[in-house]
């Protein structure tokens, strides 16, 4: 009979716990939470496939639950046809927030601002924790940004130091798993106060929900510290020391210097894209609309989702000087949305069945009977992390979750802005370790996901049972506002 991967799973996980730890086994994975980090990496690079493919799957589930639920299937593949592009602009925001993070990220004047930072830590230990605070401290301004940022601050300071290059570059993670969704580029809080990219069924049942009822709540950003403090004490605390560290030396690994100046230009043609002016006006064009915009509306109602990323890209466009080398950094950063690209699309046909069929009704009303306005908050809560493992998407699956979600928040009298914000808080729990959103990070570090998701795992059984009593208890201090609709 064939030994089934769930078995062998959980046998290789047990004998790692109970035996003397096997000298191949890094020195980090000798206690017990490292231990089972390793085992889970292993598993899961050999048998979690491709998150597209949880995609596909997820597809067909609400195809046949639609079936079951009374849809024709005419009607099923017509909701899925005509929804499969009606998320573009959105997915298009999506890809700009990398894009716009790395070319800030690498350009001249912020990567000599990151070479200063490598030089303040002293201690390895110091340097773990600094690079996760940095992490975390700049994923509430742009998750793209603080991924590249984070990731080049731990590749320059493991050059200069002994310092485990597997903790440094797990701490250069933690902001995409703990509080990006709380921050200036949550997708799902950005999308909610955006009327443009609003699915039309979120729309009916929510309405808008401004930054001011989630990401700018006190709540929020006590949340968001919290998680801060907690994540880099974790990260300090699981730093591998004396002769059981793995520099960046014992990977054999090397580095091409950033700071190498812009090749010269060589055709007559190319001299406008070593033109400053040219990228210059063109900033300033863009800083000129969001004045505009910022005037009339303020700057709270003017942040949603295309006005920051057009800030970034300006911002890109300035710090790079040359519209040649901001292009260079946009091709360097393209193949990190590629997941973007193809998914989306895939979870805007699901979203449109599950809101043309039956099953968002029927989710919303099974939400409403096992829960009270009390349980609400956990539940969710609990729900959001598990999916997230399977679609490793922010913006996308809170397309997918929302009209339910929110149907049921409706039905228990539960504050929306917070609903949105305790999606936000859980769903990044499984990033820590889900090698989806690594891709940029690794390709940075030039290291595998099963490197760093042992150290993602211990934060995760730290944070989580933080995480839910949060969520419960700031829960309480809301009250139920009904959503107003847009006219």
Do not use: C
Not at 136 to 150: D, P, V
Not at 268 to 285: H, N, R, S
Not at 413 to 418: A, D, F, T
């Amino acid at each position: 009979m064939e030994w089934h991967p769930s078995r062998r799973f959980i046998t290789r996980i047990i004998l790692r716990i109970m035996s003397t730890p096997n000298p191949s086994v890094n020195s980090s994975e000798h206690g017990l939470f490292t231990r089972l980090g390793a085992s889970l990496s292993d598993w899961s690079e050999r048998w979690f496939p491709d998150a597209f493919v949880f995609a596909l799957l997820a597809a067909i589930i609400v195809f046949v639950a639609g079936l079951i639920l009374g849809s024709t299937l005419q009607q099923l593949v017509t909701w899925f046809g005509t929804g499969f592009w009606s998320f573009v602009p959105f997915t298009m925001q999506m890809v700009v927030v990398v894009v716009s993070g790395y070319v800030v990220a690498s350009s001249p004047p912020v990567y000599k601002l990151i070479v200063k930072l490598a030089g303040v830590p002293k201690t390895a230990r110091g340097a773990v924790a600094y690079v996760a605070f940095i992490s975390t401290f700049t994923s509430m301004i742009s998750y793209g940004l603080s991924l590249i940022f984070a990731g080049f601050l731990a590749r320059e300071i493991a050059q200069r130091m002994k310092v485990d290059y597997r903790a440094i570059g797990a701490a250069a993670y933690l902001g995409l798993g703990s509080i990006w969704a709380l921050g200036l580029s949550s997708s799902a809080a950005l999308m909610m106060a955006s009327k443009g990219l609003i699915p039309a069924p979120v729309l009916k049942i929510s309405g808008i929900i401004p930054l001011d009822a989630t990401i700018y709540t006190w709540q929020s950003l006590l949340t968001a510290g919290i998680l801060m403090l907690v994540s880099v004490l974790v990260a300090w605390l699981t730093v591998p020391m004396g002769d059981n560290v793995r520099t960046v030396q014992s990977f054999g690994l090397t580095f091409e210097s950033m700071q190498a100046p812009l090749e010269k230009r060589e055709k007559p043609g190319e001299w406008l894209e070593y033109f400053p002016p040219l990228t210059l006006v063109i900033a300033l064009m863009g800083f000129g609309y969001l004045w505009t915009v910022i005037s009339e509306k303020g700057w709270l109602q003017a942040l949603d989702l295309p006005n920051y990323n057009l800030f970034f890209l300006m911002v890109g466009l300035v710090l790079h000087w040359r519209a040649r080398s901001f292009t260079k950094a946009v091709s360097a950063a393209i193949p990190a949305t590629a997941g973007i690209v193809i998914q989306f699309p895939f979870y805007a046909g699901i979203a449109a069945i599950i809101g043309g069929s039956p099953i968002s009704k029927t989710l919303a009303e099974l939400f409403v009977k096992v829960t009270t306005p009390d349980t609400y908050p956990i539940l969710v809560s609990i729900y959001s992390a598990v999916l997230g493992l399977f679609a490793p998407s922010g913006g996308g699956k809170w397309i997918l979750e929302a009209p339910y979600v929110l149907q049921a928040a409706i039905d228990q009298k539960v504050n929306l802005g917070w609903v949105v914000q305790i999606y936000n808080t859980a769903e990044a729990l499984p990033n820590l370790v889900n090698p989806f959103w690594m891709l940029p990070l690794l390709g940075i570090l030039k290291l595998k996901a099963r490197d760093l998701v042992g150290f993602g795992l211990v934060q995760l059984f730290v944070h989580t049972p933080i995480v839910l009593f949060l969520m419960w208890l700031l829960a309480r201090t809301f009250t139920f506002v009904p959503p107003v609709m847009p006219p």
